[in-house]
């Protein structure tokens, strides 16, 4: 009976640890003009033991897309509704060459495109948890976190007119130390006005502190917010 019962417990703990590690880490999910409903996880792989980006479409898990099947380690998944298509493009970061690079795919005739690497990478840094949004134009704004091996880093900004990316441009300012959450907001009409927020370690107390940095125009540079 004891080794029935130590048996069992062997096997709900298995159980558990399975639906534990292969449950959806990440999650994004928008909604397009015709009001469906487009959701992007990050779920484990059994067959590579990796990570790959699912999408859900109004919550039908029965026909998922996949747009990786390998065991490149993929995260930080965000999705947006290209104003321009009508459809859900996807951001997220890619480990390559043991460095994370922000990696695109759009949908199109029932499937996504082949991902294509948005920043360059191979510097040092990595660059992780992508935040997108679109402006009145169908401009892409794309705002990240360039990060450091300390964990520390940068907040950078780029743009995708429509033909090209903008060169990367660090918005967050020289002496602070930028941990994580870099949004954007762009409003609506204001052509090159834009507003971004980021996380970063105040020295002086050890604290978490938000800062919000500003643009006022294509030429303008980036600077906190008044």
């Keep these: 009976m004891k080794k029935y019962r130590f048996n069992l417990i062997l096997l709900i703990a298995a159980i558990a640890a399975s639906l534990f590690v292969a449950g959806p880490a990440m999650a994004d999910t928008t909604v397009d003009d015709n009001g469906t ?34 065991n490149i380690l993929d995260q930080d998944p965000v999705i947006a509704i290209d104003p321009l298509s009508g459809k859900p493009v996807i951001y997220w970061s890619r480990q390559v060459a043991g460095e994370f690079r922000i990696f695109r795919s759009a949908f199109g005739r029932g499937t996504f495109s082949e991902p294509t690497a948005v920043t360059a990478g191979g510097l040092g840094f990595s ?10 134009y169908g401009q892409c704004h794309l705002v990240w976190l360039r990060q450091r091996s300390d964990g520390w880093g940068a907040a950078f ?3 995708n007119t429509g033909i090209n990316w903008t060169v990367a441009e660090r918005i967050s300012t020289i002496l602070d130390n930028v941990i994580g959450t870099v949004t954007i907001d762009v409003p609506f009409g204001e052509h090159g006005f834009l507003n971004a927020t980021y996380q970063y370690l105040k020295p002086d107390t050890g604290t978490t502190e938000t800062r919000e940095v500003c643009r006022g125009g294509d030429t303008s540079p980036w600077s906190v917010c008044h």
């Design 127 to 136: 660059d992780v948890q992508p935040f997108v949004q679109y402006d009145g």
């Design 157 to 159: 900004h780029s743009c």
């Design 37 to 70: 409903v487009w959701t992007v996880v990050r779920d484990f792989n059994k067959s590579t033991n990796g990570w790959d980006l699912r999408l859900i479409v109004n919550g039908d898990e029965t026909r998922p897309i996949w747009i990786t099947q390998d």
